[in-house]
């Protein structure tokens, strides 16, 4: 599969890129800054440079252009605020949701996070971060010409990834290493199954593999 990851230089998206580029897949990770095209050649990646605050529909699509599937794995990352939440978390993923309808691309996969939702209450940083997050999931699963799956991560980890699993449509909280997070997206982008699921994802004690079995009904 050709496979193109927005937020291409980011934590779990230099981990996704590594696997699939692995498996034998032709990868292609969106980057706002040229610096960072080094560490996606090193994971196997394509380095796209292109700003999704800023790209037209058109601009995206180029890139999307013969794709097999998009993951949105872009955020604004620690030390933002609510505007750059709403610009990147939110706007972005619509952006690339209308860009991979325009290409054709029906296999949507969003790396969101647990907790999202539109209308989540509070003044907070995170809390806007979390609507953002929310409302982004509500316009995606709104797209009838993608095959969209969402996974919630918990609490993101640096831990080394122990294949361990809870993948379900409720969890409760709980960490995640983003070893597993990208191995489960991996996972997830190979089980057209899961097109229409929006699931939870913790540490736990099912091997991966056979968890995302389980929620594609498999």
């Known amino acids: 599969m050709r496979i193109v990851i927005a937020g291409g230089h980011g934590q779990i998206a230099l981990r996704l890129e590594r696997l699939l580029s692995a498996g034998g897949h032709e990868v292609a990770g969106i980057i706002r800054r040229p610096e960072q095209g080094a560490d996606l050649r090193e994971a196997g990646a394509e380095p796209v440079v292109l700003d999704l605050e800023s790209a037209s529909v058109e601009m995206v699509a180029a ?27 939110r706007a972005a ?25 539109a209308d989540h209450q509070g003044d907070e940083i995170f809390d806007a971060y979390l609507r953002a997050k929310g409302a982004a999931d509500d316009e995606v699963r709104s797209r009838t010409a993608l095959d969209w799956t969402i996974l919630r991560p918990g609490a993101l980890t640096n831990d080394a990834g122990k294949g361990l699993v809870r993948l379900e449509s409720r969890t409760g909280r709980g960490p995640i290493p983003r070893d597993d997070v990208a191995a489960v997206l991996a996972e997830l982008l190979e ?26 009904g498999n």
Request: glycine letters at 12%.
């Open 63 to 89: 890139v999307l252009q013969g794709a097999d599937a998009a993951v949105f794995a872009a955020g604004a990352g620690p030390g933002t605020g609510a505007d750059r939440k709403d610009s990147v978390d």
């Open 93 to 117: 993923a619509v952006l690339f949701a209308d860009a991979a309808e325009r290409a054709g691309v029906r296999r949507y996969v969003v790396v969101s996070s647990m907790g999202a939702d």
């Open 191 to 216: 089980t057209p199954a899961t097109a229409g699921l929006t699931l939870e994802l913790i540490a736990g004690s099912v091997p991966l593999s056979v968890a995302v079995k389980d929620v594609a």
